[in-house]
Every structure is written in C-alpha cells, then in structure tokens.
C-alpha cells in the first residue's frame, strides 16, 4: 500500500516511515500539514493517511475531515489518527473528526503491522463497493448514475467536451433470434471495444452507450464515432449455440456548449442519434447537421 505519514518530529517521522517501508509498503512523509493536504488530494495512489495531531500549518484533525471528504467521493483512504497523549479525548476527537482508526506514539511495531493489514482488508471491501456502485453488473462499464456524475465534473472543468452515443440497431430482433443469452453476449463484446475508453465509456440503457470525449471538438468526435462504427460492424460474436452474429449502430455527436447542462447536453445528442436511425441505421449524425 502507499501510506502517507504526517508527523513534525523528522526523527520521528524517519522511524515510522522506516518501520512502515520494512513491512512492505511506500511511504510519502510530510512534516508540515498544509503540503500534506495538497499531496492528499493530488496523489489518486494513496491508500492510508497516517497523521499526527500536532503538526504545523493545519491540524490532523482537518486532515482526517479532508480524507473523509476524499473517501466519501467515491476513493478509499483508511485514515489513523496518531497522539502521544494518552487523553482519550484525542481518541473520540479523531473518531468524530473521520478517522477509522488511533494509535498512540510510537507505535508498537506488531501493532502497527496488524492495523494495517485491517486498513487493506477495509480498502479492497470500499473499492468493492464503489466499483458496484458506480459500474454495470454486466458490462463493467460506468453505469447511468456515475455518468452523469462524471460528465458534471467535466462539464466544469471547461475546455472543448463531447458527447458520443449509440444504440445497438435493431436489437430486439437480436434478443428475439437469439434469445437474452446472446443479446448479452453481443453486449459485452461491444463494451471489450469501448475499454479504449475506459473511465468515460457508460452503459446508459439497456442497448445504448455513451462515450465522453473530453479534449474533443464536434469533428474530433465525429471521426471516434466514424470509427467505431467501422470497428462494430466488423465484429463476429459466436453466440451460445455456436452460430455467429453481427450487428451495427447508430450514432449521434455533439459538442458541449457552455452554459449547457447535461441534460440538454444529452438531449441534443439523443436527438442526432435518433436522426441516424431515421436515416437508415448505421451511420454518424452531429447535432449540429439537426440544428435549427
């Protein structure tokens, strides 16, 4: 694991980190809770905060309260909370304040040792969950709800966004032929396709999918959409009784504007995808070739 140890005292600090190093994970040392916090919320590797109360710039408590915030995003951080004092104040202070666990200084190494392998154990259970949470059951993809949490955040990032969907083209006759099992089969071999797009490729229905592109312009986007449409109707998938299948899409585009919300973001992408189906199936529309 990558643990990040707050602690003012340097000898302090150097013994801990070395006790953490030998039982096998890194360490990031920090002395001074200001640069502490600033690492916290640019590292996405780190798995623990281990932070003394007493430290210069801000305090341990803050930092388990910004860890906690960190967390509850959705990126598990175990956080302890570590004091010399044996005020047991200090234990239901870091408690209250987000910690999952206290310790008192210096750490027993044995100690030590086991409340991290707990903080392992609790980790992999939250990223568990979170994956659960946020990802289609059958396809691994982002599911509704995490995408329209992420295309939120992209949206006030700025910068040139867009929006890519398709739907699978007649695929209630695919469930019809092929019964679910093969309707599932197909689904998941077009998802192998979108993982080029891991991270912003959703599952936003049942045969329907959403990529964002952040970076993109209209034209960018078009040409990603030109291309996987090329790349799905070039596929075989062997279905469960041994026969092959092959479908198509159809696409729609569309640039964020700024000031646009995601739903209507959304909604002038549906509408260029129901154009392409209108239009024959199997093809890319932009929102901007439907505009008024």
């Known amino acids: 694991m990558r643990v ?79 004091s010399s004092s044996n005020d047991t104040t200090h234990l239901v202070e870091a408690l209250d304040s987000g910690a999952d666990d206290f310790i008192r200084k210096p750490p027993d190494g044995i100690e030590l040792e086991a409340r991290l392998r707990a903080a392992e154990r609790l980790n992999q259970a939250r990223r568990e969950l979170v994956r659960w949470a946020t990802h289609d059951a059958l396809t691994s993809l982002l599911n509704r709800r995490a995408y329209f949490n992420l295309a939120e955040e992209m949206i006030h990032g700025g910068g040139n966004l867009s929006l890519l ?91 964020h504007v700024p000031g646009e919300d995601v739903d209507d973001w959304m909604k002038r992408t549906d509408d260029a995808l129901n154009a392409a189906k209108d239009e024959g199936h199997n093809r890319v529309v932009l929102a901007s070739q439907i505009a008024d």
């Open 4 to 82: 990040m140890l707050v602690e003012p005292s340097k000898v302090g600090l150097k013994l801990m980190a070395r006790m953490i190093e030998d039982m096998g994970h890194s360490v990031c040392g920090f002395f001074d809770g200001e640069e502490a916090l600033r690492h916290m919320h640019q590292d996405a590797t780190l798995d623990v905060v281990m932070t003394s109360f007493e430290i210069p710039g801000i305090s341990g408590i803050q930092l388990c309260w910004e860890a906690r915030i960190i967390a509850n995003k959705g990126r598990p951080i175990y956080v302890i909370a570590m």
């Open 165 to 255: 969907m398709f739907d699978i083209d007649h695929f209630k006759s695919v469930n019809d032929t092929y019964g679910h099992d093969g309707g599932d089969l197909i689904l998941v071999a077009i998802a192998r396709v979108l993982w080029a797009h891991a991270g912003r490729a959703a599952r936003v229905g049942g045969e329907e999918f959403a990529i964002l592109l952040p970076g993109a312009t209209e034209a960018d986007a078009s040409e990603t959409a030109e291309q996987l449409r090329r790349t799905i109707e070039g596929m075989s998938v062997t279905l469960p009784s041994g026969s092959k299948s092959s479908v198509t899409i159809s696409l729609g585009v569309a640039q």
